[in-house]
Every structure is written in C-alpha cells, then in structure tokens.
Nanobody, 119 residues
Framework: QLKVLESGGGLVQPGGSLTLSCTASGSFFRVGAMGWYHQAPGKQRELVATITSGSSTNYADSVKGRFTISRDNAKDTVYLQMNNLRPEDTAVYYC?????????????WGKGTLVTVSS
C-alpha cells in the first residue's frame, strides 16, 4: 500500500525555525516531483514549494528566502526547512508526492501536519 507520511510540525515562536519531513513508502518504481502545500483556516490549499526529480525548485513568493525545499532520493523523502517563521505561516502543511510505476504517475497526499507560529 502506498503511503505518504509527514512529520515535524508543532508550535514555534515568530522568527523561529522548523523542519518538516515527508516520506513515501510502498511499492513503486520511482518518485517524481515532490512538494509542500499549506492550508490556513478558512482558506484554500496553496503551493509552498516544489522540487522535481532533477532537483529544480519552485517557491511561493511569500516564502522565498525563508524556506528551503530539498529531497533525499535514497530515502524517498522530501524536506522543508522553514526559517524566520511568521504568524501568517500558521497552517496545516501537506506533502504531495508523484509516485510512478513505469510511465504512469499518480499524485499522493499526506494527511498533513500542523504548524503554529505564535508567541
């Protein structure tokens, strides 16, 4: 059974840092693009950052210069290093992973991890 599991959320003060992790498990041929999205209360889910299988990255303007996405292909894991956190970063953070079996790829979502930025 294919699974995507996030970890690393929690409560942090403004200006603090957190690192989120997300690991894909199960039987698949390869991992394609990986990414992080967040959803604040009452708002739609939005892209935070993505990273391709070739490690090209893309960031939302609101997190550029503060967040860094990276991946460890040997571990099928994607990370999101979040620095200088702001109260407006408070949201549930979801991992999205493209899992491929031959030429066919399917997006999988984790259940989310809550990040709260508050003093």
């Amino acid at each position: 059974q294919l699974k995507v599991l996030e970890s690393g959320g929690g409560l942090v003060q403004p200006g603090g840092s957190l690192t989120l992790s997300c690991t894909a498990s199960g039987s698949f041929f390869r991992v394609g693009a990986m990414g992080w999205y967040h959803q604040a209360p009452g708002k739609q889910r939005e892209l935070v950052a993505t990273i391709t299988s070739g490690s090209s990255t893309n960031y939302a303007d609101s997190v550029k210069g503060r967040f860094t996405i990276s991946r460890d292909n040997a571990k099928d894991t994607v990370y999101l290093q979040m620095n200088n956190l702001r109260p407006e970063d408070t949201a549930v953070y979801y991992c999205n992973v493209e899992l491929c079996d031959g030429p066919a790829c399917t997006d999988y979502w984790g259940k989310g991890t809550l990040v709260t930025v508050s003093s």
